[in-house]
């Protein structure tokens, strides 16, 4: 007896090539379903017009962040940065009316071109400046602020298969290092530094800087960071500091211990400030 399968969009009957080869009727497969007369007319004005905006604020940037940039032309076609972010404009405005497949397929040739892969759905503000970019990956929920700069490798990521908010939201004058993964729905606070290859995934405050694996907040300083602040590698290391705590604790009881040898007495130890950073 023959099985029927039903193509899990409109419920039609599939053939035999297209049950071989996916759950969905051709009609379905090649149905775009969008129509221009859903689009909200002053809406497309004004995310055109933000188009052009950030464009502007983009390529200023890489001027304002880049010491090694040198002319427009040079910027537009040699830094894959800012032509992963200009790719991400189009493709979300492209998202923001609803059409289909195009978003993504831009998205994907971004990634092809740039080695840098935005989902067309993530929210991106205004001086965002992508470093060399290779392997920088930002999900479809994740929200960026103004003023962030991301250094290769960085990652926005979900720890969720949901449909729901996913990814970081990161706040404004934020930069993070080469390598750094941010995951889940976390938020880092405005004026924040996050160290090379630091793996955060806990929320952070604003006028912080966080290093480590898992990422451990270092510092909480009250002043904000400089707007532009390259120096993301001058940062203190904590497993560094844990040894050296530990090391001191070591030569304090070893100390106390050949002092009990020497006395024959009982020594009560108070660890004090060696305990302290542990």
């Known amino acids: 007896m023959e099985e029927y399968l039903q193509c899990l969009s409109c419920g039609k009957n599939l053939s035999c090539k297209e049950k071989e080869k996916h759950s969905y009727c051709a009609h379905c497969l090649l149905d775009l379903n969008f129509s221009v007369k859903e689009i909200n007319r002053v809406e497309l004005d004004k995310n055109l017009q933000k188009i052009l905006d950030f464009f502007v604020s983009d ?28 790719l991400y404009r189009i493709a979300h405005f492209f998202w923001q009316i609803g059409m289909p497949f195009i978003p993504r397929y831009i998205s994907d040739i971004a990634r092809d ?74 938020t880092v606070g ?32 009250g002043k904000k960071v400089k707007k532009i602040d390259l120096a993301h590698g001058d940062l203190p290391d904590p497993l560094v500091i844990t040894i050296n705590a530990l090391n001191s604790r070591l030569e304090f009881l070893e100390k106390k211990l050949s002092v009990d040898k020497n006395h024959h007495n009982t020594v009560e130890i108070n660890y004090g400030e060696y305990g302290a950073g542990i």
């Open 59 to 86: 390529v200023s940037s890489a001027f304002n962040k880049d010491p090694a940039a040198k002319s427009i032309l040079e910027v537009l076609t040699s830094y894959p940065g800012i032509k992963g972010v200009l």
């Open 113 to 186: 071109l740039t080695g840098i892969e935005i989902h067309p759905g993530a929210e991106i503000g205004s001086e965002v400046f992508i470093d060399h970019g290779a392997g920088v990956v930002i999900g479809e929920t994740a929200e960026i602020g103004n003023n962030v700069t991301l250094y290769s490798g960085v990652v926005l990521g979900g720890v969720s298969l949901e449909h729901k908010k996913r990814h970081p939201t990161i706040g404004n004058d934020v930069v993070i290092g080469t390598g750094a993964k941010l995951l889940g729905p976390i």
């Open 190 to 221: 405005d004026n924040t530094r996050i160290g090379s290859n630091s793996v955060v995934v806990k929320d952070v405050p604003p006028n912080s800087v966080v290093v480590g694996v898992p990422g451990q907040i270092i510092s909480k300083e």
